[in-house]
């Protein structure tokens, strides 16, 4: 199968620059999840929840000939991308639009029954990141977005510019990790009374102004000092816990009998998610763990792709235990 070549757009929204807009990470090590015990042969159908640019999706078409993948993502540019890059799958590749929690409906729509495997590849695209008026970004300025899907109706801004203080507080602490949540909170209720957060760059200077006051500074060095309250908006933003608990729903009331899971966090929130909800249904006979340890990418992986370093990928199988909803 031929890929197009994706390049990464320049900033400045010219023309095309070096590098793939979006590389699939821990590829290996997903193949030999689908594959294990060695040379066994999958057929029926993948879904592909997070298709993205169809990075994932390309190499397992390529591994598996008897399979044939759905492949849906909520956000209509990276389906395009994945639509150009699949083409010559043919009609082994279904394309829909669609958020985890409407993949059930999907699944009816198209008559699958029974897949045999689930991809999920958590969170956000390089696509999603690097573009500056997609509102992700806290290097280059751009519209404080955040939707994958443009269609979503509340914005990072709306979350900033009407939540209460206590809210956003919870937020920044439970679904970013950000220690410092309560400080930073009041800073943005106090600056956007004289005027509301519109910009990404406005709102991560503030977070950056107010933890170099603060008792522990912004810790000078790895990461942007806004990057724990940038992720909390994105996941208050897509209700990503949501969905994330409605794709492993999902996964256990569809998958065949030993049908395999494939869960990648990127962040420490989710990966406990994915863990807790396994080892639970492990407990009541609902699911055989395939990864006792989350799978990381090696050294050259992270030095080819650094949003692999906080790649954590989780497997487990389908046993003939009824879904904890009832409809196994
Ligand atoms: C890390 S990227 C996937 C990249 C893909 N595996 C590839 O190889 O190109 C995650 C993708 O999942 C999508 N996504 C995240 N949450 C979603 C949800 N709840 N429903 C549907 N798509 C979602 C995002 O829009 C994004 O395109």
Known sequence: MQGVDMKRRDESGGGATSGPLHLPVLVAE?????????GRVLSGWLVDATVGLGGHAEAILREFPGLRILGQDQDPEALALA???LQGAGDRVVLRRGRFSQL???LDELGI???VAMLLDLGASSLQFDDAARGFSLQADGPLDMRMDPTRERTAADVVNTWDESDLADLFYYEGDE???RRIARAIVESRARAPFRRTLAL???????LRRGP????????HPATRVFQAL?????EEGEELLAALGCAEERLAEGGRLLAISFHSGEDRCVKRYLAEGAREGRWDLLTRKPVRAGRDEVRANRRARSASLRAAARTRGEAAGGAA
């Open 179 to 181: 220690r410092e949540s």
């Open 234 to 238: 994105r996941r208050a933003v897509n």
């Open 30 to 38: 997903v193949l030999d999840l689908l594959r294990a015990p060695a």
């Open 113 to 115: 029954e029974r897949p």
């Open 204 to 210: 991560a200077e503030l977070v950056e102004r107010t």
């Open 83 to 85: 639509a150009q890059r």
């Open 216 to 223: 522990r500074g912004a810790s000078p060095g790895r990461i």
């Open 104 to 106: 059930p409906d999907t």
